[in-house]
């Protein structure tokens, strides 16, 4: 297989280019001139073990070249067709590269190469060690010197939410889709077009311009709304039932792929009515699927008014050296909980780990938080309430917690026991003559005060008194730096996924996160240069 080789010393016509660069695009010149450190003779040999294992096939393009490629992609968030046109075009892309000086009006590489090595990237797990490569490349450096860096490893773990890129849709449109796509699947299976399999399987709805338009109907009427869908159900089953006699011998997996999103929308969307056929669920069914082309997409919630379809991007940040460590991508509706594994599997290949966690309040109760204390290291965080949910009342932080003993003793002196994740109340018999009742509550005369009491409430008590301190406001103002980072990645990504499916997010937020690991190398390099 081919290496890349392309030369260290800078060329007379490559130090204009660099000057240019430096202007706007500065990580093309950190890029020109560490490229060799970067893809060294090791990691080349790594890249090119993706192929040995996979079955090469036709001799590809250098694997460090198209690596290259990749991350020159991410840092101007450019298509596959722009990144071909600009590797024939631009010079800077042309110096990066090394194929400045071969022949005029070559593509480096073709759009379907770039794609098929971004998939063997993504099925050898190469994306998660390309942005190792940052952080070994970061260490070697002057501006990562371990001498002037803490010994101790503060990491920050942060979310963001990320629109997915897959077509929400409510339940008739679901259906419609999917049942489109059979038809064309089915179609294109048996050599022929859509409006034939339509005719066939009789189902008139799929050749409309739209579901909805073709079932034409008063939207604002409830009975013909269902009876709408019902008659969009039969010609499903109509349709479905063709497809499955006349491609029996079928395995095309795009055809298979459309028939189990048909099954599993109507599974979680419909219910049989009484009378018969079928109606809309009452609720939403668990993990609802809201897209047919992105089976992973879901609703989710950053907060109580602000709602978003898609995903969750999960950083891990090494707050000192201000370097990526660990990613990792969840389906929007899942606790960010879930995505500390990863993240730990992640830290975990680089021999990393957390003395000080500085996490969200959605992270506390997290694998990676549970270990991080139990090693003896420390989790900076808010604590969960506390406060009073109506001004003027005594919140959760003026009660007294023994979590030794299990008791709590409210401002007046009175005393309950309790268990952890329990509610504990004071009767109304206590509560009712109590002078200070006004500043407990402002419930009816025959209801006393609650309290709600945590599995952690030990930990909880913790964070509550860490925060009645500067040293402790200070400290969680520590976390901002994590938070900076995912503002960078929004910055150059958008609020919107590039691409489908989780495993493919999880790729671009990798890369992303190599660009900007090489952006922060390429800040301390320079800022070292200039120091004395």
């Known amino acids: 297989m081919e290496r890349w080789n392309p030369t260290v010393e800078v060329s007379a016509r490559e130090q204009r280019l660099l000057k240019l660069a430096g202007k706007s695009r500065k990580l093309f010149v950190f890029l020109r001139q560490h490229r060799h450190e970067l893809f060294d003779e090791k990691f080349q040999g790594e890249l090119e073990a993706m192929y040995r294992q996979t079955g090469q096939g036709q001799s590809p393009r250098p694997p460090a070249m198209m690596c290259m490629a990749l991350l020159l992609q991410g840092y101007l968030q450019t298509s596959d067709a722009e990144a071909v046109r600009l590797s024939t075009t631009d010079r800077c892309w042309q110096m990066v590269l090394g194929t400045l000086d071969e022949s005029e009006g070559e593509p480096a590489f073709s759009q379907g190469g770039l794609q098929q090595f971004r998939d063997r990237l993504i099925a050898s797990e190469m994306d998660r060690r390309l942005l190792e490569r940052t952080v070994e490349l970061a260490q070697r450096t002057q501006g990562f010197d371990p001498k002037k860096t803490p010994k101790s490893l503060r990491v920050g773990v942060d979310s963001r939410p990320l629109e997915g890129a897959g077509r929400v849709e409510d339940t008739i449109n679901l259906l419609g889709h999917a049942g489109r796509k059979i038809a064309e699947c089915a179609a294109s299976a048996l050599g022929t077009d859509v409006e034939e399999v339509c005719q ?209 003793t409210c401002p007046a002196g009175q005393v309950a026991h309790f268990e952890p994740g329990t509610v504990v109340h004071f009767s109304a018999e206590v509560c009712g003559p109590c002078a200070l009742r006004s500043l407990y509550t402002q419930a009816e005369p025959d209801r006393g005060r609650s309290v709600t009491m945590r599995n952690d409430e030990r930990l909880q008590k913790k964070l509550r008194s860490r925060v009645r301190t500067s040293a402790g406001r200070a400290e969680l103002r520590e976390r901002v730096g994590v938070e900076h980072c995912l503002a960078h990645l929004a910055n150059r990504q958008g609020p919107k996924a590039r691409y489908l499916g989780t495993r493919r997010n999880l790729f671009d937020l990798r890369r992303l996160s190599t660009v900007q690991n090489l952006e922060v190398i390429a800040r301390r390099m320079h800022d070292q240069a200039l120091t004395p």
């Open 200 to 408: 066939q399987a009789d189902v008139p709805l799929l050749m409309a311009s739209s579901i909805k338009a073709g079932l034409d109907i008063d939207w604002t009427e409830p009975d013909a709304k269902e009876d709408a869908l019902n008659r969009l159900c039969r010609q499903l089953d109509r349709l479905t039932a063709w497809v499955a006699k006349h491609t029996a011998k079928c395995t095309d997996a795009p055809l298979t792929r459309y028939i189990e999103a048909l099954k599993q929308v109507r599974t979680q969307d419909l219910e049989a009515r009484p009378e018969g056929g079928v109606q809309i669920r009452r609720g939403v069914a668990a993990n609802r699927r809201i897209s047919i082309e992105d089976p992973d997409m879901r609703h989710g919630r950053k907060s109580k008014s602000k709602l978003f379809n898609g995903y969750k991007q999960h950083v891990g940040t090494d707050l000192d050296s201000e370097l990526v460590v660990a990613c990792a991508i969840t389906p929007a509706n899942r606790p960010e909980g879930e995505a500390t594994e990863q993240l730990q599997e992640d830290m975990a290949r680089q021999e990393l780990f957390p003395d000080e966690l500085l996490v969200d309040r959605a992270y506390i109760n997290s694998h990676l938080a549970g270990d991080v204390q139990a090693s003896g290291g420390r989790v900076v965080c808010r604590a969960w309430g506390g406060t009073s949910p109506k001004p003027g009342l005594f919140g959760k932080r003026d009660f007294n917690v023994n979590v030794r003993d299990f008791i709590i």
